[in-house]
């Protein structure tokens, strides 16, 4: 009997000392780096604002696998020093298992040495090409390519007839990477670029590149860019008069682009993400459930529809969360499951990594919309 009561008392203990155990366990960190504030914080305030809403809900409905997530943001500014500073501290000091983000094409390639030295994964929100072509084993990203961008806007262009462009590109990462996929795609498409203009970051007038190609044979305008420059650009068109199609980047997929460009907005065609089209979808879309449910509980959180920025930072928190899910949290076998996965329906599009592959679209994450009485229209 007292054998009994011992196995008893024993039993309820370990219970209890495990129970205590799982309570205590330590939170499994998670580094951000986003630009929430500068020029790019249009791209990084709603990718902080969707993380952290993403990591209460995971952490509110029990964590992964019973240990929660700790969110630890650092705010790049836009900047690539302050980027390579805050991966440091994030590896260094916060022992983080992953980091998402940066923000920035200029700030991802800027940490993609550090992440790679230090072997954690890094799942970034930017979408230069060049992030993950070649293949770099610890990093990925959720932002759809300017490789998969430009033959969108090129096979709408062919569609209208349109052979002659001008192309107008900012001197950054994001503008230099998109500048080389639209001069390597034009030929394939039979499109001619016969006026090459770029300009700064910070620049804030663009009449003298926008004279010159009003007195080219362009039929269209191709920018590349993300705001402030693309809204500058479109309200000087609309100074100038000029009536060529004026086509635009996905990197000014959000409202915050129609509210800088004002009047000049109208009628501009890019390619986005679904999400800013998530109504007018069809039933049979694979994503639309998802990106109606995210529009919603970003709009219920922040006041506001939830949007293609965004979208990056939920993508790479969901993607994450499946990893550990999968193989744990250690870097190792979170990059490992990373790689693995397959046919993950995101904000962003379908994910499909492999190790040739740590981009893992297609063309069919892209729809074309365009910009009409201050909203987005989805073409067909």
């Known amino acids: 009997m007292l ?178 996929q639209l001069v390597l795609h034009a030929k394939q498409f039979g499109i001619q670029i016969i006026s090459d203009e770029t300009y700064g970051p910070k620049d804030t007038d663009m009449t003298a590149q926008l004279t010159k190609i009003r007195g080219s044979e362009a039929q269209a305008i191709v920018c590349w860019g993300t705001n402030p420059g693309p809204a500058v650009v479109a309200r000087n068109v609309k100074q100038l008069g000029i009536t060529l199609p004026l086509y635009m980047s996905h990197g000014v997929s959000s409202k915050k682009f129609i509210e800088l460009a004002d009047d000049g907005a109208e009628g501009i065609i890019l390619p986005s993400g679904r999400v800013v089209v998530a109504d007018q979808l069809s039933k049979s879309d694979p994503q639309k459930k998802a990106l109606l449910n995210y529009v919603e509980n970003y709009k219920k959180h922040y006041n506001v529809e939830g949007d293609h920025f965004g979208g990056h930072a939920y993508d790479a928190i969901m993607l994450i969360k499946g990893a550990i899910e999968r193989g744990g949290d250690s870097p190792a076998a979170i990059r490992d499951q990373l790689e693995k996965t397959v046919k993950y329906a995101g904000i962003g599009g379908t994910f499909s990594y492999s190790a040739q592959d740590h981009a893992g679209l297609t063309s069919d994450a892209f729809v074309l919309v365009q910009i009409k009485n201050k909203g987005w229209t989805l073409l067909k």
């Open 3 to 180: 054998k009994q009561m011992f196995r008893v008392v024993i039993s309820v203990l370990f219970v209890v000392l495990m129970a205590g155990s799982a309570v205590a366990a330590p939170p499994i960190k998670i580094g951000a780096l986003f630009a929430v504030s500068g020029p790019a914080s249009f791209l990084g305030e709603p990718e902080r604002n969707t993380a952290k809403m993403m990591v209460d809900e995971i952490n509110k409905a029990g964590g992964i696998k019973g240990r929660q997530l700790e969110l630890i943001v650092i705010d790049t500014q836009g900047d690539a020093t302050k980027a390579v500073q805050g991966v440091n501290k994030l590896i260094k000091d916060d022992k983080v298992a992953a980091i998402i983000g940066p923000s920035t094409t200029g700030d991802t390639m800027a940490v993609i040495p550090v992440v790679e030295k230090a072997e954690i994964p890094m799942v970034s929100c930017a979408a230069g090409v060049k992030i993950t072509d070649p293949t770099k084993k610890w990093v990925f990203k959720t932002a759809q390519n300017d490789a998969l961008a430009v033959p969108k806007i090129f096979d709408h262009m062919k569609k209208q007839k349109i052979n002659k462009i001008a192309i107008l590109t900012v001197s950054d990462g994001f503008g230099s990477s998109g500048r080389e």
